[in-house]
């Protein structure tokens, strides 16, 4: 990155804001202008049901899997941000309903219990009640001591009953005439916004995958067994050198010929895509990557991506330090393929030699740069941290002036962000990502 220039996860960040804020604005504006409602509680219904509309939509953005933002900000804090904004939107949702039957309860002078049944008889009321029950539940399952109680898949199968949600909303939000069509300004706002909004989601999670490997007919050419847990598999496909991976990425590996086609990892690249292969290197965590091993060649794979933001696009010094756990090695030993010649140190966390993956060749590419390989072994808790800030500053006396890349398991990641903190490392220079599909 240029001296002086805006990283660019902070021009995304920026960028992402202010469309949320001009929105927003937007929306307030055609509040005002739309008129009240018929009490004043049916009018705050009405301000909270516009503000919900708007929190659906950013919901699909940010899932959406948009190239831009998801190389500048990851995957994984766009994943995070879904998830609070979700539950902003289970409140606010709850907020208009409740509203909407009290104000007409008032304007009737019957029960609440009355107008929430008389209202139901009402389509378009009740397709907006179906909308948020649907919320309710996924909320429900999205919450942390129900998640991981849960098999992924069925988590996933769950939380797509929010897609049936968006769409009872957008149905209810187009009968609702004194907020969708109130003027013809309104009118063509709401449906750019949710036309976009469906495209975007539509593009990124179901068109580009598709034409990609269609495209790139993606296919195993070779399984290696780098140790008794851990396995590469080579992927080779047409027109490779026209995918848009970097170093440091991931992809969602899918083999409906080997397993079923719900049974889908993220696994990164580990090694730099040279456009004739890609390979991938997992340990034996579950069924479908311990499967990996016995995956036959020739075997078609269904890949997407590539994702992620673990990349060198975010270099801000000439100097790197790049810190790896385990099997969180992968993308670290990619990104020393594209790692200038010059100042590099690995740091290669794990409880045995016999457990680092991939370590000769992670030698032989940071000896041809010229730089530093610490291999750190041993189980958590016997002695001293080697990721306690004085260990780091000990191993790397100006690690404050070198752009810091982390990928291991989250308590070591946790352990060595709260150490980066401690020893004053510009948050610019720290680049640490969690892959996952939740």
Sequence with gaps: MREGAIPPVVAARWALWTFVIANLVIVEVLFLTA??????VLTVAKFFGLHAAVL?????????????????????????WHRWVGFTLLWTLLTHAVLVVLGYAHLSDTSMTKTFFSLAGVPASLLGMLAAALVVVVASVSTRGVRRRLRYETWHGVHLLLYVALGLAFVHQLQETTTFTSSALAKIYWWALWLFAFGALLAGRIVVPLWRNAYHRFEVVEVVAESDDVVSVHVTGRHLDRLPARAGQFCIWRFPGHNHWWLANPFSLSAAPDGRTLRLTAKAAGSASAGLRHIPVGTRAFVEGPYGAFTSLHRTRPGALLIAGGVGITPVRALLEEEPAGDVVVLYRVRSEEDAVLVDEVRTLVTALGGQLHLLTGRRGEGNSPFAPESLRALV??????????????????????????????????????????
């Design 35 to 40: 008129g009240t409602g018929k009490n004043g």
């Design 397 to 438: 006396p100006d690690i404050a002036e070198r752009d810091v890349y982390v990928c291991g398991p989250p308590t070591m990641t946790s352990a060595v962000l709260g150490a980066l903190r401690g020893l004053k490392v510009p948050q610019v220079q720290v680049h640490a990502e969690r892959f996952g599909l939740a």
């Design 56 to 80: 659906m939509l950013f919901q699909l953005l940010l899932v959406a899997r948009l190239p831009w933002l998801d190389r500048r900000i990851g995957m994984d804090r766009l994943t995070v």
